[in-house]
């Protein structure tokens, strides 16, 4: 007898429906498997045997056919376990057809026939709920990851035995059931992000006013910050309490963060939804694969986990030239798409740059009483960092090395609360101008918006006129000091942006108004 359960995987960080169709025919005793499986998913039908015989139930002594369509499309995982136990419990009558109506299956079988955790469940629940599907049956562990999926319901099971009592007898033990809707999800999603609490704060850094200020509006406009300086002047201390002063996610951010942490297996025993931004430090000796993503089935890279969040590139002309030059593109389009023979996977890459690096490769340049380095080792090092990646950066700045006075006195700075604070008003000008845009951010505003949203005095205009003329900057330079001065007048919190605030803005682009580059 013939039957058909639909179950699904990731695709990207989309969804996409996988049909389970099962036949019991006249024949040899065997499980027969196909629709382009890669080995963990041929090997299901060993697992999904032995959990049926298991829970109680006889496979009859017939030819089980299983086909897993699309099948041009390599499926992987063990996703479709349980999906095919149910299939094939149809096809012995032992569960009605109809039971089975617009109704998404995913889960792991064990031997025992218990239900375990998968990867990808809410991208794939995602999917389904806006494709029509009313009610999803997964396993118990993944059901607050489900839970954020507006008006759809979750069944949570824990053995295959208790739903097959569930879906024809109505029995409900060692069942979970939940029907979810939009306000009430939104609503638990407001209560614990408001919950965020700052860990390292920003008043523990001695001196560096001028840094701190530079991250602050970094953090407001979610500019790319490049931080250069002696060692030991406190680049690593201001990059680690970044994170402490950015704002907080919207529930659009939280659930796209969240699909991409699912896909990679990094939500396991979390609460179901990322609620804040991603801090990701890859070490120097990261491989391509590993900070852009890719693979035979491409997961998510560095750069997609540190989506809507911070990729922190400590000591950068460290990583090798092709690491950092594999940036360009998602710096700009902010996602990567990865193509293999069968199908383009898609992943989102909107991060923050936060970059440090040594004057040199002993750390010491410019101080010739220390630096032992040769004027060709120190440009073979600078000039790992090509012009494209500095382009992208727009705040550029040297760090100094700490002075005494700074160290010894007793008083702080701004904490980092207070930097929040501002951080968080400037935000607000941003989603109350950009409300009816799917931007978010004054450096993520489009160039043919510009002029709608960027407008500059006159004295302003002649500042950047004559940097652009004197300097030679790059069409992509100038507009990215103009992003970089809306943001800081929000900060400043006006909407109009004045000459001060573009001279800011060029200060921090490490440009001074004579059009010269300032050292570092």
Partial sequence: MYSEVISGMTLGIGGMFVRVETDISPGLPMLSMVGYLASSVKEAGERVRTAVKNSGF????????????????????AIFDLPIAVAILASMQLIHQEKLKDTLILGELGLSGDVKAVDGVLPVVHYAQKNGIRRVILPLDNMDEAGFVDDIEIIGVKWLGDLVGFLEKGEKDNIRYIKTSPYRRKEIFDEREGAA????????ICGQESMKRGVMIAAAGFHNILMSGAAGSGKSMIAGRIPGIMPGLTYEECLELTKIYSISGLLRDKDGLIRKRPFRS????????????????????EVSLADCGILFLDELPEYKKKVIECLRQPMEDRKILISRHHAAYEFPADFMLVAAMNPCPCGHYPDRRLCRCTDREINAYRNKISYPIMDRIDIRLEVKPVEYKDISKTSKGMTSAEMRDKVESARERQ???????????????????????????????????????????SARGYFRIKKLARTIADINDREDIQAEDVFEAMFFRNISDKGEENDG
């Fill in 197 to 204: 609490g700052i860990e390292e704060d920003m008043s523990d």
């Fill in 58 to 77: 006889i496979l009859p002594a017939s030819r089980i056919t299983v086909n897993l369509s699309p099948a041009d499309i390599r499926k992987d995982g």
């Fill in 282 to 301: 890859p070490h120097h000796t990261a491989t391509e694969i590993a900070l852009i993503g890719g693979g035979v089935v491409p997961r998510p890279g």
């Fill in 431 to 473: 989603l109350y101008r950009y409300r009816e845009d799917s931007f978010l951010f004054n450096s993520r505003l489009p160039q043919n918006r510009l002029e709608e949203f960027i407008k500059l005095t006159g004295e302003g205009e002649r500042l950047l006129r004559n940097e652009f003329e004197k300097k030679k900057i």
